[in-house]
């Protein structure tokens, strides 16, 4: 059971630990950050796997992991412009209570036990 680099019958598999160095200078140019960039090169090896039969054997698998990573990397960038930073729900303030939004009197005389038996709904 060898590691990730073993694995002769997937061109992939066997090309990615030769790759990852420079995968991972590539991936700190694009983020500027390590911790991102560490992200990066790890979801590009995970696609790549999950990708594998779409490899052409023959053609440059650097060029092709390069490209997996760009891409997800842009749609990293992308996805992040449209969420504001910080955003939370906690941020979100309640809505100004209504008078409509207040139960009927009725509705506001019933025990608990009314409230929820079949009748009262």
Known sequence: MGGIGHNMSNPVAAGLCDHAAALRLRALILTRNRSDADDLVQDTFELALRKAHLFQPGTNLRAWLGRLMFNLHVTRYRRARRRPDGASLDAVAEPAACAGD????????????????DEAF
């Open 102 to 117: 207040r139960p009927a009197p009725e509705v506001q005389a019933m025990s608990p036990g009314d409230l929820l038996a």
